[in-house]
């Protein structure tokens, strides 16, 4: 559920990232306007998530920890901790929720089945791949070359790469916010200020869908590792000139211009009466 968007604005010198402030806990959701969804995990790497809040920071806490010894983290690096931090969460989640009461953690039921599949522990496996792990990460952030990069992390713990894209939006709103930002054809040399308000129209578009907030987040990453927050008031700001200005508009004239439809019955009589008859379409033969 919710939404997160990031994106590669100012010609590649500063990353975007907006949420919302709905979280999901189980089945319930709340907007909380003070709620943070978006952490500064390295110097120059940040990351919004959409799912169940409760999963993500002991896996924040332990990206953050094993990324802190290096100052300037490459793309690969990041994206395999991530990847393995997450893993191990959803592992252990699946041993709690299934292994454990059966006597069992992962490793020894990874042997067992390289020893012998049964019937037990093929549903035991099916059971740990259904297991409800509720939560993506949509991370942008620049590697020691400075240059930027946007990838997600999703169970269970698999990384895809939207660096060619220069966007992408996760949670529940993700199609319609994607929608926006390809229907304005979104690129990174667009203007600073124009691109934000892109991404910021994508946010407010994405909450027609289910389970998205009006409260929005938006942070932004420079390539120098500098870290700003757009405020509330500024937000609102944003929306207010969405709502009167920028959505799109009635064509003029509307009215006069638009076509009528027409009795179905008297156009297939008209297209028969206008169709070439035999003699018209008849080819002399030699």
């Known amino acids: 559920m ?4 990031a994106a ?7 990353i975007v990232l907006v949420t919302d402030q709905m979280f999901n806990v189980g089945a319930a959701t709340v907007d909380i306007p ?8 390295h110097n120059r790497w940040g ?4 799912g169940d809040v409760t999963l993500v920071p002991p896996i924040m806490r332990e990206v953050t920890e094993v990324l802190s010894m290096n100052p300037v983290a490459d793309v690969a690096e990041v994206s395999s901790a991530f990847a393995r931090v997450y893993r191990d969460a959803w592992a252990k989640a699946a041993e709690q929720e299934v292994l454990n009461p059966f ?3 992962m490793q020894t039921f990874v042997e067992l089945l390289a020893n012998k599949e049964t019937s037990e522990l093929s549903n035991l496996r099916r059971r740990i791949q259904e297991i409800d792990f509720d939560c993506e990460f949509l991370v942008g952030g620049y590697d020691s070359t400075a240059k930027p990069h946007i990838f997600t992390v999703r169970p269970p713990g698999v990384t895809r790469d939207y660096d060619a894209l220069r966007f992408w939006s996760i949670g529940s709103g993700a199609e319609a916010a994607l929608s926006s ?10 203007s600073l200020k124009e691109a934000v308000y892109y991404v910021a129209e994508a946010k407010f578009l994405s909450e027609f869908s289910l389970a998205v907030g009006r409260g929005s987040l938006s942070l932004l990453l420079t390539s120098s590792g500098e870290f700003s927050m757009l405020r509330r008031k500024d937000e609102e700001v944003l929306r207010e000139i969405w709502e009167t200005d920028g959505r799109p508009p009635i064509p003029p004239n509307l009215d006069a211009r638009m076509p009528d439809f027409v009795n179905v019955e008297k156009f297939l009589e008209s297209e028969q009466d206008n169709s070439p008859s035999d003699s018209e379409t008849s080819v002399d033969q030699p």
């Open 2 to 5: 919710t939404v997160g968007i």
């Open 8 to 14: 590669i604005v100012g010609g590649d010198d500063a």
């Open 34 to 41: 003070t709620g943070i969804k978006s952490f500064r995990f």
């Open 47 to 50: 990351a919004v998530w959409a």
């Open 103 to 105: 006597g069992l953690d």
């Open 181 to 190: 930002l390809m229907y304005r054809r979104f690129n990174p040399t667009m």
